[in-house]
């Protein structure tokens, strides 16, 4: 099983700066990872998939990179909305798919 | 647009199954291009993945839950199911159906999710 190691646990940043989210797999998956969002109440919300490319909808700001084992999400410049919790997930060696335990990303 | 709603109990006693259902809308269960899975939600546990059907019948499922799961197809209703025998308290989660491409395993489209909570 590939565990995925997401840092910081909670990151506290200002609306309007950038916020960047740390993904570690822990063997290589090459670009087979996604991002999710999740709110408060509601399902998870595919962000990013492939490592980089953008899900139908997802605003511009939103942005993943990486490759192997280290992967980063950066939203460039946060709206209020994108307060929530962010998960990542590979799907490159499975079963089982695993995701990274998540970061809460709080208005500081 | 694809649409997943799971329905089922919200509570089970232990040591009994679980069972839940995932009702599809705007799209085949029946499709080869897509996994349909079941996912979990627990405080203590994150995102756990616990199986997929794909194709109308084949499935494969979470090493970890392997012996008390069963995934199945219901391809006239369009539907798919869960069950989860012996469960515990460990298994108080919510729960959530997902659509998942065959060629990469990513969650493209999620139902809102159900709580079920294992308690006599």
């Known amino acids: 099983e590939i565990v995925m190691t997401q840092s910081p646990a909670t990151l506290s940043v200002s609306p309007g700066e950038r916020a960047t989210l740390s993904c570690r797999a822990g063997?290589?998956?090459?670009?087979?990872l996604a991002w999710y969002q999740q709110k408060s109440g509601q399902a998870p919300r595919l962000l990013i998939y492939?490592?980089?490319t953008r899900a139908t909808g997802i605003p511009a700001r939103f942005s993943g990179s990486g490759s192997g084992t280290e992967f980063t999400l950066t939203i460039s410049s946060l709206q209020s909305e994108d307060f929530a919790v962010y998960f990542c997930?590979?799907?490159?060696?499975?079963?089982?798919?695993?995701f990274g335990q998540g970061t809460r990303l709080e208005t500081k | 647009q694809v649409h997943l709603q799971e329905s089922g109990p919200g509570l089970v006693k232990p040591s009994e199954t679980l069972s839940l259902t995932c009702t599809v809308s705007g799209g085949s269960v029946s499709s080869s291009n897509y996994y349909f899975n079941w996912i979990r939600q627990s405080p203590g546990k994150g995102l756990e993945w616990i199986g997929y059907?794909?194709?109308?019948?084949?499935?494969n499922y979470n090493p970890s839950l392997k012996s008390r799961v069963t995934i199945s197809v219901d391809a006239s209703k369009n539907q798919f199911s869960l069950k989860l025998s012996s469960v515990t308290a460990a298994d108080t989660a919510v729960y959530y159906c997902?659509?998942?491409?065959?060629?990469?395993?990513?969650?493209?489209?999620w139902g809102q999710g159900t709580l079920v909570t294992v308690s006599s």
């Open positions: 492939d490592a980089s």
């Open positions: 997930q590979q799907y490159d060696n499975w079963p089982p798919i695993t």
């Open positions: 997902a659509r998942m491409r065959a060629v990469a395993a990513f969650a493209d489209f």
């Open positions: 059907i794909y194709d109308s019948g084949s499935s």
């Open positions: 063997q290589s998956v090459s670009t087979n």
